[in-house]
C-alpha cells in the first residue's frame, strides 16, 4: 500500500543511454497507471522492476511518437503473455484507429478486454474512477492536440493515534470503527471523541504535463498539487525555439509550479543537447525552491 511515482523514461524526441522515452509510472496501493509509453517502455519497465500486468490505465498525452510508440509492443506483449484482466488506455480519438490497423494486423482477437476512452474535453474532466483515486485530463499547448493528467485520491479515513493505541490497547474492531468516525468508549464509561483519538491522513495528488508550451491557465487546474511532472525541454535561452516547438523551457515549468503553489516539481523530457545539469536545474530552482530533475529509474514515494 502507498503512493508512489517511478520515471521510467525522462529523455525528449529520441532515446539515449541515459535517458528512454516518455513513460511514467503511478502506485497508488498498489493499482499501477501508466502516462505515456514511448518506445522501449516495456523494456524500462523491466530494468526498473515494475510489474506491468498490474498496469490498469494508461494514459497517452499526445501523438508524437516519443509519447506511444511502446504501446503497441506493450499491448502485444500483453496478448502474448495471456493477460485477462481489463486494460484501460485513455488518450486522442486517433489513438484508437492506430491501435486498431497495429494490432489488427499482428492480432485476430486480443485475449484480455481492451477498453479505449477518446479525449476530447476543452476543460478538466474527470475520465478515470478507482476506488481511492480519479484521474482527470486537461487541454495543454502543443503542436498535436494534447493532454495533461491529474491523478487525485479521494478522501482517506483519519489514522488512529499510536499514543491512543499504546495507552489504551484498543482491539482490532474498534480501530476499524474509529477509522470510520466513532468515537471510543473507555470501560468506565467516557467516551474519548473520534477527533481526540485520529489524526487527518490527506489525499495526495500526482500531475503529469506533457508536452506543452507555456501554458499559464493550467495553474488553476494543479492549484496546491502535491507532485508535478512538469516538461522542461529547454533552458530559458531557447525560450523562442520553446514556442516554436510547443515546449516549456525550465524557467516557465518553474513559474507554472509556483503559480499553482505545487509541493513539489520534477522536471523532465529534457532535450540530449544538455550534458551537464547543473544549471539547468538552477535555473528553475531560483523560481521555484522545490525543484528537482526526474532521472530514469528514481522512484518518488508521497506516501509508504
Ligand atoms: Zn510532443
Redesign the pocket.
Known amino acids: 500500500m502507498g503512493f508512489s511515482i517511478t520515471f521510467l523514461g525522462t529523455g525528449a524526441a529520441t532515446p539515449t543511454l541515459r535517458r528512454g522515452l516518455s513513460a511514467t509510472v503511478a502506485n497508488v496501493d498498489e493499482k499501477l497507471c501508466l502516462f505515456d509509453c514511448g518506445e522501449a517502455t516495456q523494456i524500462q519497465m523491466k530494468r526498473f522492476k515494475v510489474k506491468a500486468l498490474h498496469i490498469q490505465h494508461i494514459f497517452i498525452s499526445?501523438l508524437?511518437g516519443?509519447?506511444f510508440f511502446g504501446l503497441v509492443g506493450l499491448l502485444f506483449t500483453y496478448h502474448i503473455g495471456k493477460r485477462k484482466n481489463e486494460l484501460h488506455v485513455y488518450g486522442p480519438p486517433l489513438l484508437e484507429e492506430i491501435l486498431r490497423i497495429q494490432m489488427g494486423i499482428s492480432v485476430k482477437e486480443l485475449n484480455y478486454p481492451l477498453v479505449f476512452h477518446p479525449l476530447s474535453s476543452q476543460n478538466l474532466e474527470m475520465v478515470c474512477e478507482e476506488d481511492n483515486f480519479t484521474v482527470s485530463a486537461f487541454p495543454l499547448q502543443?503542436?498535436?492536440p494534447?493532454y495533461g493528467f491529474l491523478l487525485k485520491e479521494k478522501e482517506r479515513p483519519r489514522k488512529v493515534l499510536h499514543q491512543f493505541i499504546e495507552d489504551y490497547h484498543p482491539h482490532y474492531t474498534d480501530i476499524v470503527r474509529i477509522k470510520s468516525g466513532e468515537d471510543y468508549v473507555l470501560p468506565d464509561g467516557r467516551i474519548l471523541s473520534n477527533e481526540e483519538i485520529t489524526f487527518p491522513d490527506p489525499p495526495i495528488s500526482f500531475a503529469y504535463c506533457f508536452?506543452t508550451a507555456f501554458y499559464a491557465p493550467i495553474a488553476e487546474v494543479l492549484k496546491n498539487v502535491d507532485l508535478l511532472y512538469h516538461e522542461a525541454t529547454f533552458m530559458h535561452d531557447k525560450a523562442e525555439l520553446a514556442a516554436e516547438k510547443?515546449h516549456t523551457t525550465t524557467i516557465q515549468a518553474a513559474t507554472i509550479a509556483k503559480k499553482a503553489l505545487a509541493k513539489r516539481l520534477m522536471l523532465g523530457h529534457i532535450s540530449s543537447r544538455y550534458r551537464n545539469l547543473d544549471s539547468f536545474l538552477n535555473e528553475a530552482r531560483n523560481i521555484f525552491s522545490e525543484t528537482y530533475l526526474a532521472e530514469d529509474g528514481m522512484t518518488i514515494t508521497l506516501r509508504k
Request: charged share 30%; hydrophobic share 20%; glycine share 10%.
Open positions: 499526445h508524437h516519443d509519447h502543443h503542436r498535436l494534447a508536452d510547443g
